[in-house]
């Protein structure tokens, strides 16, 4: 069963011998919904609920704000080793119950075990320590006397309370990304995580009460209604959402109102750009690990390959052999490579770019739905689409890898710029020249040459145009979450 947490150690209740109620994490106590409300939580392996969790209201929001508000006079006033102390232990005590959170996270997305474990629990850890010692790292411009008379200096400070919406791609990764940050550089948190993926982020704020001050950290479910009333509530002077480009948007005009700071990363269209120097098979078996990681459903996944027409054959016939042999499974399968997709609404908007393909292209492998139980979709590959068909403009975020000809490294570049997306994109050739010429060409955030998808908790993350804005990870995404005040003093 999966578990999350209803006392601040982590722990399910069951208000009934039917399924458990989780309960949000507010001033470092669990608390139901004011007016009760609930929404099943559905396993996406087979499509049924098994567990309900709090849809919150906007007076649940606003006693969330006023618990980070309390929590952030406290944590504002801690010394950096102080915060790097209690992440540090956030970081054990997460480690210690990482088997149990990894089944949670599987159950709330369906995603085998093996992966989980091995590329998003031992990331998720390395982060929570990245943060915690960068909480003891921030740079400053040395004091100086710049008017005579006068010395001046700069502070870098805590920004207040932060309002954070996380998606149902990867929960628990998320909430770390969000989180960890803010409260590393002495702020307080208001979270939401997606109403289809509650449970890891309840269990990992259930266990930060054990660490931080009351308040610090607050966790509230619910829908899209709660997100908004998270968002424009007065209290969060920075709001930060990983979403859709259409939230991010949404997020954005909201925030405005109250001239809030805006952190976005949000939709993505990785153009994969595979040169003919390459060897073939060995390139298309790695693309597609890429492309299918998560069953597609990642911003950044390696969904939209370019490929010089010399090999575009060869090519093709190799990524549609390695998709074959990509296995499709629950977290009971060990030999799964990824499992369903996350929900019904992300099932039919799959299936709907795969009906509408077009009749100038080809479906060359996969395309279909597995059983009639669950979001299981085969690994597909999508041949003859031209650069205006809406699976080359538009984030499928599903298990699906385009492959589109180029003649020349001008055209490569041309193709895949022509998008809205900025967030990420990737470099295959055996030409190093080639390979500096077209990092700096390619108008993204982030530029894998020879590889695909790998993120280390000191490089930042985010991207341009319609993938928004700020960074996460890294030194930069910590100081996302701080703000700049000049002081000066007069001498004598």
């Given at each position: 069963?999966?578990?999350?947490?209803?006392?601040?150690?982590?722990?399910?209740r069951?208000?009934?011998?039917?399924?458990?109620v989780?309960?949000?994490?507010?001033?470092?106590s669990l608390?139901?919904p004011?007016?009760?409300?609930?929404?099943?939580v559905l396993?996406?392996?087979t499509?049924?609920?098994y567990?309900?969790?709090?849809?919150s209201s906007?007076?649940?929001?606003?006693?969330a704000?006023?618990?980070?508000?309390?929590?952030?006079?406290?944590?504002?006033?801690?010394t950096p080793?102080?915060?790097?102390?209690?992440l540090?232990?956030?970081?054990?005590?997460?480690?210690?119950?990482?088997?149990?959170?990894?089944?949670?996270?599987?159950?709330?997305?369906?995603k085998?075990v093996?992966p989980t474990?091995?590329?998003?629990?031992a990331?998720?850890l390395?982060?929570?320590?990245?943060?915690?010692?960068?909480?003891?790292m921030?740079?400053?411009?040395?004091?100086g006397e710049?008017l005579?008379?006068?010395t001046s200096?700069v502070?870098?400070?805590?920004?207040?309370?932060c309002a954070?919406?996380?998606?149902w791609?990867?929960?628990?990764v998320m909430?770390?990304?969000?989180f960890?940050?803010?409260?590393?550089?002495?702020?307080?948190?208001?979270?939401?995580?997606?109403?289809?993926?509650p449970?890891?982020?309840?269990?990992?704020?259930g266990?930060?009460?054990?660490?931080?001050?009351?308040?610090?950290?607050n966790?509230?479910c619910?829908?899209?209604?709660?997100?908004?009333a998270?968002?424009a509530?007065p209290a969060?002077?920075?709001?930060?959402?990983?979403?859709?480009?259409r939230?991010?948007?949404?997020?954005?005009?909201?925030a405005?109102?109250?001239?809030?700071?805006?952190?976005?990363?949000?939709?993505?269209?990785a153009?994969v750009?595979?040169?003919?120097?390459?060897?073939?098979?060995?390139?298309?078996?790695a693309?597609?690990a890429?492309?299918?990681?998560?069953?597609?459903?990642?911003c950044?996944a390696a969904?939209?390959?370019?490929v010089?027409?010399?090999?575009?054959?060869?090519?093709?016939?190799?990524?549609?052999?390695?998709?074959?042999?990509?296995t499709?499974?629950?977290?009971?399968?060990?030999?799964?490579?990824?499992?369903?997709v996350?929900n019904e609404?992300?099932?039919?908007?799959?299936r709907g770019?795969?009906?509408?393909t077009?009749?100038?292209?080809e479906i060359?492998?996969?395309?279909?739905r597995?059983?009639?139980r669950?979001?299981f979709?085969?690994?597909?590959?999508v041949?003859?689409?031209?650069?205006?068909?809406e699976?080359?403009q538009?984030?499928?975020?599903?298990p699906v890898?385009?492959?589109?000809?180029?003649d020349?490294?001008?055209a490569a570049?041309?193709?895949?710029?022509?998008?809205?997306?900025?967030?990420s994109a990737?470099v295959?050739?055996?030409?190093?020249?080639?390979?500096?010429r077209?990092?700096?060409?390619?108008?993204f955030?982030a530029?894998?040459?020879?590889?695909?998808?790998?993120?280390v908790s000191?490089m930042p993350?985010?991207?341009?145009?319609?993938?928004?804005?700020?960074?996460?990870?890294s030194?930069?995404?910590?100081?996302?979450?701080?703000?700049?005040?000049?002081?000066m003093?007069?001498?004598?």
């Open positions: 069963m999966c578990q999350g947490p209803s006392t601040p150690t982590g722990e399910v069951s208000v009934s011998a039917a399924l458990p989780l309960q949000n994490v507010v001033g470092g608390v139901d004011a007016d009760g409300r609930t929404s099943p396993d996406p392996c499509g049924e609920a567990a309900h969790a709090p849809v906007a007076a649940d929001v606003a006693a704000m006023e618990a980070a508000a309390a929590g952030f006079e406290v944590w504002r006033d801690t080793a102080e915060r790097q102390r209690a540090l232990r956030l970081a054990d005590a997460v480690e210690a119950r990482a088997e149990e959170i990894v089944a949670a996270e599987c159950r709330d997305t369906g085998p093996g474990r091995t590329e998003e629990m990331p998720l390395d982060e929570l320590r990245f943060f915690a010692g960068a909480a003891r921030l740079e400053g411009r040395s004091a710049y005579r008379g006068h200096w502070r870098r400070e805590p920004i207040g309370v954070q919406v996380t998606p791609n990867y929960p628990m909430a770390v990304w969000k960890a940050p803010a409260v590393a550089a002495g702020n307080s948190v208001v979270l939401k995580p997606s109403e289809t993926t449970v890891t982020t309840l269990m990992l704020a266990i930060a009460a054990e660490f931080l001050p009351p308040g610090v950290l966790v509230v619910g829908d899209r209604d709660t997100g908004r998270l968002v509530h969060p002077q920075l709001v930060s959402i990983t979403g859709s480009t939230a991010g948007m949404e997020v954005a005009a909201s405005a109102a109250g001239l809030k700071k805006v952190h976005l990363e949000l939709g993505g269209k153009p750009v595979v040169f003919d120097d390459v060897d073939v098979e060995q390139t298309a078996r693309i597609a890429a492309g299918y990681f998560n069953a597609g459903q990642d950044t969904t939209r390959v370019l010089h027409g010399r090999i575009a054959a060869d090519f093709t016939a190799a990524l549609a052999a390695a998709a074959k042999a990509t499709v499974g629950g977290p009971d399968d060990p030999g799964a490579d990824f499992g369903p996350n609404a992300q099932l039919a908007r799959v770019f795969l009906d509408r077009p009749g100038h292209a060359v492998t996969g395309g279909r597995i059983g009639e669950g979001y979709v085969e690994p597909t590959v041949a003859g689409l031209r650069q205006h068909d699976m080359i538009d984030e499928i975020f599903g890898v385009t492959v589109q000809p180029f020349d490294e001008d570049v041309r193709f895949a710029n022509d998008v809205r997306y900025g967030l990737s295959w050739t055996r030409d190093h020249a080639r390979a500096l077209l990092s700096r060409r390619l108008d955030g530029v894998w040459i020879n590889t695909h998808l790998p993120f000191e993350h985010g991207g341009f145009g319609h993938s928004g804005h700020g960074k996460d990870l030194i930069y995404g910590f100081e996302e979450y701080t703000r700049i005040k000049h002081v003093s007069r001498l004598g």
